[in-house]
T-cell receptor
Framework: AQKVTQAQTEISVVEKEDVTLDCVYE???????LFWYKQPPSGELVFLIR??????QNEISGRYSWNFQKSTSSFNFTITASQVVDSAVYFC?????????????FGAGTQVVVTP | EPEVTQTPSHQVTQMGQEVILRCVPI?????FYWYRQILGQKVEFLVS????????KSEIFDDQFSVERPDGSNFTLKIRSTKLEDSAMYFC??????????????FGPGTRLTVL
């Protein structure tokens, strides 16, 4: 069964528009961590943000912000005022406490295309 | 800033041949991981490694695969007899070791393996 679902396959926006990426996760653990990673066209995986299950406070970091809602098991990610360099595949990932060795379970990814 | 490095960036091999993918994790990190990503698909966990032994492995990580930390800096993934379906991007990751399930994993740039 899918533990992490990213329903949006691709999102296309024009530069300066905001982009919100959806992530829905499934776990029975009470302690878990959620992550967002970015994979630009060059292929590497770049860590963006991490959130633990006990902290639902939503934050903003530069042009990135996230909305964590345990009630709906969602961990959405927003890029404000998108730029062409934001074009990439974005992966949401889950690490469960019972997986004590930190296995990351990734969603299928959302391709973001930002055009000038 | 410390980073995970991987060599080679691209490996082409014939089916049935053995390949060794190399990784140098971030210095002082204690947990090491291999993931793979078949073209256009999500990132999948292969194996985690701690204290010189495998701590967890996925169903993908069968007897054809092995990992080793031959010295204090390298971490290798060996595929004994490659198959066409082993063609993928292989990512190495490491995390500090505060607690595996809560650490952030930092990924290398990946090795693209092509099996002909």
């Amino acid at each position: 069964a899918q533990k992490v679902t990213q329903a949006q396959t691709e999102i296309s926006v024009v530069e300066k528009e905001d982009v919100t990426l959806d992530c829905v996760y499934e776990t029975r653990d009470t302690t878990y961590y959620l992550f967002w990673y970015k994979q630009p066209p060059s292929g590497e995986l770049v860590f963006l943000i991490r959130r633990n299950s006990f902290d639902e406070q939503n934050e903003i970091s530069g042009r990135y912000s996230w909305n964590f809602q345990k009630s709906t098991s969602s961990f959405n990610f927003t890029i404000t005022a998108s730029q062409v360099v934001d074009s990439a595949v974005y992966f949401c990932a889950l690490s469960e406490r019972t997986d004590s060795w930190g296995k990351l379970q990734f969603g299928a990814g959302t391709q973001v295309v930002v055009t000038p | 800033e410390p980073e995970v490095t991987q060599t080679p960036s691209h490996q082409v091999t014939q089916m049935g041949q053995e390949v060794i993918l190399r990784c140098v994790p971030i210095s002082n990190h204690l947990y090491f991981y291999w993931y793979r990503q078949i073209l256009g698909q999500k990132v999948e966990f292969l194996v985690s490694f701690y204290n010189n032994e495998i701590s967890e492995k996925s169903e993908i990580f069968d007897d054809q695969f092995s990992v080793e930390r031959p010295d204090g800096s390298n971490f290798t993934l060996k595929i004994r007899s490659t198959k066409l379906e082993d063609s993928a991007m292989y990512f190495c990751a490491s995390s500090p070791g505060l607690a595996a399930s809560t650490d952030t994993q930092y990924f290398g740039p990946g090795t693209r393996l092509t099996v002909l």
